[in-house]
């Protein structure tokens, strides 16, 4: 382990730290979140970001073949040679013109950050990278979380090809979609279904992996978002070290918007870059506690002194009410976002903006996305639902460069999908019409049609 790096409570009225070989769900002094900290004055970093391209030619050793590890001067917390990988972050900043007229943008300046392309289908691998390597370096033996579903496929696949670990997967009742279901499933890991909803399956998985000493790796794990800080490394490289005016992320537990704040915290704060990003966070408006908290009621992060009565008030009365999550964006299906203080330091140090956008207004974003070429899941479409309403109220400007994420891929969540386009009646009324859904101006529509040639042909030149 680096003997440069610790753990660090991000609340300044405490900052206590800790050890790297320590394992922690938060400040055992205050309850506050942890960050991985460094004594970046002892360490090699780089004078400049383009430093990073001599390791293009080192693609023979596995760590630097990862989009996470190839900026491992970024993230020293273990040795080079122990940090696990399994080939995440091979992924594209793509120049994405044909979606562009959607959102309103100028279409040189739109882009589209696919994080889809990773070995489990989601962002969660960079993450996970980064977790599994805390977690050999401490000697677990079994890893858990709680999950919509990508949390679940990345800690399966991680389990399965490594043998590191064992998996314990906690999901929801019906709260998870099948395909990503189905990746846990295959790569064996034990998958423990309870009664209720993400928030439920998150509290009882904290719990069990105390008591029982198994490692949690939900993104309260700070070695998580150490991992998906390399995110916005890829996004600075491949627009040559120069950042965009904005990054646009759908926001669940709000574990990227958390990590791709401290990543340009570090960068502005090691001289690597001179201009920070706007980060604009997309909620769904069936699981809008952050939009609802910062843009209705004000909260802010004031320093660390942000308002935790007031955020203690906003889930009782959510508890009171009966308020459940409830999206077709499984993914960002989260009422109590655990890293909800994080988020709220990123959004101040970016000037941030949160926005919550409708199940129409998400659906119709996924088809875009896939009319031009990149397919992914309903959650990674409130990017850009969400940047298309950010344009239409003049917060983000039409010549401004925008990045959106695309968290995850299409196969995740084919239901929605073959829905919106018109295949299954059946599955339209289930997961569309049920939802408020009550047009696909965007669908592709199949074609009915006899089995005679002259009327296929006849359909095909119409």
Not at 21 to 36: F, K, N, Q, T, W
Not at 163 to 180: D, E, N, P, W
Not at 382 to 395: D, F, I, P, T
Request: with cysteine; hydrophobic share 40%.
């Amino acid at each position: 382990m680096s003997e440069h790096a610790f753990q660090e409570c991000i609340n300044p009225q405490c900052a206590k730290t800790y050890a790297i070989d320590e394992i922690h769900h938060a400040c055992p002094s205050c309850g506050e979140l942890l960050d991985v900290s460094y004594d970046w004055d002892k360490l090699n970093v780089p004078k400049n970001l383009s430093d990073f391209e001599k390791y293009w030619s080192e693609r023979n050793v596995p760590q630097r073949l990862s989009g996470v590890w190839r900026f491992h001067d970024l993230t020293p917390f273990a040795p080079l040679d122990q940090c696990v990988t399994v080939g995440e972050g091979q992924t594209l900043l793509q120049n994405a013109q044909g979606i562009a007229p959607f959102v309103g943008v100028n279409p040189a300046n739109f882009y589209l950050q696919y994080e889809g392309l990773n070995p489990s289908g989601s962002f969660k691998d960079n993450g996970m990278a980064g977790a599994f390597t805390h977690g050999k370096l401490v000697g677990a033996k079994r890893a858990a979380c709680a999950s919509t579903g990508n949390t679940s496929a990345s800690l399966a696949m991680y389990c399965a090809v490594t043998k590191l670990m064992k998996a314990v997967i906690f999901i929801g009742s019906g709260k998870i979609a099948y395909g990503k279901l189905s990746q846990a499933l295959d790569y064996g890991a034990k998958t423990v279904q309870i009664d209720g909803d993400f928030d439920d399956a998150m509290a009882r998985v904290q719990e069990v992996s105390k008591r029982l000493g198994i490692y949690l790796v939900n993104s309260v794990n700070p070695f998580r978002l150490e991992g998906q800080k390399s995110i916005m490394f890829r996004v600075l490289e491949q627009l040559r070290w120069n950042p965009p005016d904005w990054i646009v992320v759908p926001g669940g537990n709000l574990g990227n918007s958390s990590s791709f704040g401290k990543a340009f915290i570090e960068l502005r704060q090691l001289g690597l870059i001179k201009k920070v990003p706007r980060i604009a966070i997309i909620n769904a408006a069936g699981a809008n506690t952050l939009y609802r908290l910062v843009e209705k009621d004000s909260l802010r992060w004031n320093g660390g002194n942000y308002d935790k009565t007031l955020v203690r008030k906003f889930y009782s009365d959510m508890t009171a009410e009966g308020r459940r999550a409830s999206t077709i964006a499984s993914a960002i299906e989260i009422n109590r976002p655990v890293n909800l203080s994080k988020c709220l330091r990123a959004l101040d140090f970016t000037r941030g903006v949160v926005r919550e956008v409708s199940e129409q207004g998400i659906l119709d974003a996924k088809a875009q996305i896939g009319a031009g070429g990149f397919g992914c899941e309903p959650a990674s479409a409130a990017s850009v639902a969400g940047a298309k309403r950010l344009v239409a109220e003049g917060v983000i400007g039409r010549d401004e460069r925008v990045v959106c994420i695309l968290t995850g891929h299409q196969l995740k969540d084919p239901n929605a999908t073959v829905a919106y386009h018109g295949m299954d009646a059946e599955l339209y009324e289930k997961y569309l019409k049920n939802r408020g859904v009550t047009e696909t101006p965007y669908a592709n529509r199949p074609i009915s049609v006899a089995n005679d040639l002259d009327k296929i042909v006849a359909a095909i030149e119409n």
